[in-house]
């Protein structure tokens, strides 16, 4: 896969947060010589847990007054106190940096933090200052994410992509920023399996993920653009990689199997939840407040779920205005349910709160495959897998083949 002057192996591992895409795991896929994502999903969250920072509990205690009201709009992020754990997070992964691959961070515009543009503008700025190699533009059409990188002295330096699903979002984002006589360095093309919050409505089902691609590699064709396309969603072998490879697809985006590696940032007992899903636990529904459809394991501890909004601590889905959807259904149901101590919100969920507690389990749809890739021990629980075995497995099998890894003893 070329990126710029740099060949690197054309597999990308997928941004998933919150810390899914550990540090670890990117890691091993630059030392493997691919492309590795850390997520900046709910940042000072990541700090926190892995650098032991106090950035959620200063927060927390600045608006502790504010916790009874329903008005969120007072609720800011500190955008020093975001700078520095992006800068922290990002750093530390840099220098642990190894092999010749690469390591980009995800960057979702849906994160809107209370103040869109004033805070995803940190957000980018500072990744480039910490000197990641690449940034992901995900979970927005992100029209006015260059502009707010055009006067850092690393814009054209580093790698910058775009996700897209389909054409048209990728028309619209060429135009809105064709002034800058600035490309993509890679595009993206996110298909209807894809895990976590998708990139089409609930009739997710028609839409066809080598078409897509087809679409947009023929469209770069006929307007002489040189960008490197990277389909994602559904690709679980090797042998489904190449196919892309052979439509002219530049690599591919992989993430599903690597949620069960030991570096990715799950905790292990979650792991085995995956494992064990079957293709009827697998839902996609609408319960997230950014108003994407989102793809999860139906059986997630965070689906119905009433608990208070804490945007005190987190807030990271607070629109311009301080709002929420889940906020908005939280107060229906409290309303329509007095004196209750413990309610039920089935519409929407707590996505800060229950992503930061691993209790809302986003999956890729081929999940239920994932039992096929490992050995079950004697205790019943599956062996996890090393990030290297599944992106060597990418990277050589053949024939719709996945490689089993070799037997470990089970551990108590």
Same mark, same amino acid.
């Given at each position: 896969?070329?990126?710029?002057?740099? =060949?690197?192996? *054309?597999?990308?591992?997928?941004?998933?947060?919150?810390? !899914?895409? @550990?540090?670890?795991? &990117? +890691?091993?896929?630059?030392?493997?010589?691919?492309?590795?994502?850390?997520?900046?999903?709910?940042?000072?969250?990541?700090?926190?847990?892995?650098?032991?920072?106090?950035?959620?509990?200063?927060?927390?205690?600045?608006?502790?007054?504010?916790?009874?009201?329903?008005?969120?709009?007072?609720?800011?992020?500190?955008?020093?106190?975001?700078?520095?754990?992006?800068?922290?997070?990002?750093?530390?992964?840099?220098?642990?940096?190894?092999g010749?691959?690469?390591?980009?961070?995800?960057?979702?515009?849906?994160l809107?933090m209370?103040?869109?543009?004033?805070?995803?503008?940190?957000?980018?700025?500072?990744?480039?200052?910490?000197?990641?190699?690449?940034?992901?533009?995900?979970?927005?059409?992100?029209?006015?994410?260059?502009?707010?990188? =055009?006067?850092? *002295?690393?814009?054209?330096?580093?790698?910058?992509?775009? !996700?897209? @699903?389909?054409?048209? &979002? +990728?028309?619209?984002?060429?135009?809105?920023?064709?002034?800058?006589?600035?490309?993509?360095?890679?595009?993206?093309?996110?298909?209807?399996?894809?895990?976590?919050?998708?990139?089409?409505?609930?009739?997710?089902?028609?839409?066809?993920?080598?078409?897509i691609?087809?679409?947009?590699?023929?469209?770069?064709?006929?307007?002489?653009?040189?960008?490197?396309?990277?389909?994602?969603?559904?690709?679980?072998?090797?042998?489904?990689?190449?196919?892309?490879?052979?439509?002219?697809?530049?690599?591919?985006?992989?993430?599903?199997?690597?949620?069960?590696?030991?570096?990715?940032?799950?905790?292990?007992?979650?792991?085995?939840?995956?494992?064990k899903?079957n293709?009827?636990?697998?839902?996609?529904?609408?319960?997230?407040?950014?108003?994407?459809?989102?793809?999860?394991?139906?059986?997630?501890?965070?689906?119905?779920?009433?608990?208070?909004?804490?945007?005190?601590?987190?807030?990271?889905?607070?629109?311009?205005?301080?709002?929420c959807?889940y906020?908005?259904?939280?107060?229906?149901?409290?309303?329509?349910?007095p004196?209750?101590?413990?309610?039920?919100?089935?519409?929407?969920?707590?996505?800060?709160t229950?992503?930061?507690?691993?209790?809302?389990?986003?999956?890729?749809q081929?999940?239920?495959?994932?039992?096929?890739?490992?050995?079950?021990?004697?205790?019943?629980?599956?062996?996890?897998?090393?990030?290297?075995?599944?992106?060597?497995?990418?990277?050589?099998?053949?024939?719709?083949?996945?490689?089993?890894?070799?037997?470990?003893?089970?551990?108590?």
């Amino acid at each position: 896969m070329q990126m710029g002057r740099q =060949e690197l192996v *054309p597999i990308m591992i997928g941004g998933m947060g919150v810390d !899914i895409s @550990s540090a670890d795991l &990117a +890691l091993e896929a630059a030392r493997l010589g691919g492309v590795g994502h850390i997520s900046d999903a709910m940042i000072k969250t990541v700090t926190d847990r892995r650098y032991k920072t106090k950035y959620v509990k200063a927060k927390q205690a600045q608006y502790q007054y504010n916790v009874a009201s329903t008005d969120k709009s007072a609720v800011k992020f500190d955008l020093g106190g975001l700078a520095e754990a992006t800068r922290m997070h990002v750093e530390k992964t840099m220098t642990r940096k190894q092999g010749s691959g690469q390591i980009f961070i995800n960057c979702m515009e849906k994160l809107t933090m209370n103040a869109p543009k004033e805070t995803l503008s940190v957000r980018l700025n500072s990744a480039l200052d910490a000197g990641i190699d690449g940034i992901t533009l995900a979970a927005g059409l992100h029209l006015g994410s260059f502009t707010l990188m =055009e006067s850092h *002295p690393r814009f054209r330096d580093a790698k910058l992509g775009i !996700i897209v @699903s389909s054409l048209r &979002a +990728l028309q619209l984002f060429l135009k809105k920023n064709s002034r800058l006589n600035r490309l993509p360095d890679y595009v993206v093309v996110e298909g209807p399996l894809a895990g976590g919050h998708l990139g089409f409505g609930m009739d997710w089902a028609k839409y066809d993920l080598a078409t897509i691609v087809a679409e947009i590699l023929q469209y770069l064709k006929q307007e002489s653009l040189d960008i490197p396309v990277i389909p994602a969603g559904g690709i679980f072998t090797g042998s489904d990689a190449v196919r892309f490879l052979e439509m002219g697809a530049a690599g591919v985006q992989v993430a599903t199997r690597f949620t069960v590696t030991k570096e990715c940032g799950l905790p292990d007992d979650i792991k085995q939840e995956y494992f064990k899903a079957n293709e009827d636990d697998i839902e996609v529904n609408e319960i997230s407040p950014t108003g994407y459809p989102m793809r999860m394991i139906k059986s997630s501890p965070g689906i119905g779920d009433g608990i208070r909004p804490n945007c005190e601590a987190y807030g990271y889905l607070l629109d311009a205005n301080g709002k929420c959807a889940y906020i908005e259904a939280y107060n229906r149901e409290v309303a329509a349910h007095p004196g209750e101590r413990k309610i039920k919100v089935w519409d929407k969920t707590c996505l800060c709160t229950h992503m930061r507690n691993f209790d809302i389990w986003t999956c890729g749809q081929l999940t239920w495959r994932l039992k096929d890739t490992t050995l079950r021990h004697d205790d019943g629980n599956y062996q996890l897998l090393s990030a290297e075995h599944v992106f060597k497995d990418y990277q050589f099998s053949t024939d719709n083949k996945v490689q089993l890894p070799e037997l470990e003893a089970a551990i108590a």
